[in-house]
T-cell receptor
Framework: SQTIHQWPATLVQPVGSPLSLECTVEGTSNPNLYWYRQAAGRGLQLLFYSIGIDQISSEVPQNLSASRPQDRQFILSSKKLLLSDSGFYLC????????????FGPGTRLTVL | KQEVTQIPAALSVPEGENLVLNCSFTDSAIYNLQWFRQDPGKGLTSLLLIQSSQREQTSGRLNASLDKSSGRSTLYIAASQPGDSATYLCAVAPPTDSWGKLQFGAGTQVVVTP
């Protein structure tokens, strides 16, 4: 079964600083990969999804970007963080087109001060 | 645009009682519906997945039903235990051409008291 690693687990960054969050997946090949953000007391919001290397789609306009340099590696980045970027970031993987369960990583807690 | 709502936002029950968690969605054109559990500060664990052609799924003490026509799903947890305390999230998957982009509800926070 799939295992998803995310790091760092927690991060405190000043406004205007850059960001790089990494997600790697084991136990599957050619997965669909997703980045979600969970703000305090709210549901998950899909930020990016990827169906293959260098194939990234954005769901919401924002100052974040995503990259997929390898089949099982997904990176979330920002050049300049905003206060509103604070939240809990979750990476997930699935396969096929909506037909199967999605598996989630342990998440990264980001606080922007 | 699909909207997913979970009511109540929070629920507290004594140990042994059955839990009933509700999820409603506005667009009945879904591919499947999933229920997840989230412990504080942790990622999500998938509990049950119901395909749009199914009416219910069961796993141990958990049973989830789906009524697409009314846009509702219910998660039942029998004989609750303190270890069931968590936030429960439901999510719907749109039709098959949307690559599994889940739409989540805000969740129901459950506390089971000993």
């Amino acid at each position: 079964s799939q295992t998803i690693h995310q790091w760092p687990a927690t991060l405190v960054q000043p406004v205007g600083s850059p960001l790089s969050l990494e997600c790697t997946v084991e136990g599957t090949s050619n997965p669909n990969l997703y980045w979600y953000r969970q703000a305090a007391g709210r549901g998950l919001q899909l930020l990016f999804y990827s169906i293959g290397i260098d194939q990234i789609s954005s769901e919401v306009p924002q100052n974040l970007s995503a990259s997929r340099p390898q089949d099982r590696q997904f990176i979330l980045s920002s050049k300049k963080l905003l206060l509103s970027d604070s939240g809990f970031y979750l990476c997930a993987c699935g396969s096929g087109t909506s037909g199967v369960k999605q598996f989630f990583g342990p998440g990264t807690r980001l606080t922007v001060l | 645009k699909q909207e997913v709502t979970q009511i109540p936002a929070a629920l507290s029950v004594p140990e042994g009682e059955n839990l009933v968690l509700n999820c409603s969605f506005t667009d009945s054109a879904i591919y499947n519906l999933q229920w997840f559990r989230q412990d504080p500060g942790k990622g999500l664990t998938s509990l049950l997945l119901i395909q749009s052609s199914q009416r219910e799924q069961t796993s141990g003490r958990l049973n989830a039903s789906l009524d697409k026509s009314s846009g509702r799903s219910t998660l039942y947890i029998a004989a609750s235990q303190p270890g069931d305390s968590a936030t429960y999230l439901c999510a719907v998957a749109p039709p098959t051409d949307s690559w599994g982009k889940l739409q989540f509800g805000a969740g129901t926070q459950v506390v089971v008291t000993p």
